[in-house]
Nanobody
Framework: QVQLVESGGGLVQPGGSLRLSCAVSGNIFSIFAMGWHRQAPGKQRELVAS???????SYADSVKGRFTISRDNTKNTLYLQMNSLKPEDTAVYYC?????????WGQGTQVTVSS
């Protein structure tokens, strides 16, 4: 029954910003450590940011200092603020828990960074 719906992606220029949102159904969201994963064509899906149920965050080196993950447990929503975007950030971004097993993968949201 749990569903993940990502939104907020789009086409932006290098150096631009986007904020991604992930709406999670149900009322069990708050107990899971959640993360944002991304997958570019021809590449494996990678975890780029995570946040524990207690709010501790972690980031892949490739996005550290530029991305900020947050969560609003009252709204069952996960966010990813992306600043100083680079072309190499281009990918489909997905939310899930850090193992990718919280729920079936959603549609993801496409982020394209290009001039």
């Amino acid at each position: 029954q749990v569903q993940l719906v990502e939104s907020g992606g789009g086409l932006v220029q290098p150096g631009g910003s986007l904020r991604l949102s992930c709406a999670v159904s149900g009322n069990i969201f708050s107990i899971f450590a959640m993360g944002w994963h991304r997958q570019a064509p021809g590449k494996q899906r990678e975890l780029v940011a995570s946040i524990t149920s207690g709010g501790k965050t972690s980031y892949a080196d490739s996005v550290k200092g530029r991305f900020t993950i947050s969560r609003d447990n009252t709204k069952n929503t996960l966010y990813l603020q992306m600043n100083s975007l680079k072309p190499e950030d281009t990918a489909v971004y997905y939310c899930n828990d850090i193992t990718g097993r919280f729920a079936s993968w959603g549609q993801g949201t496409q982020v394209t960074v290009s001039s």
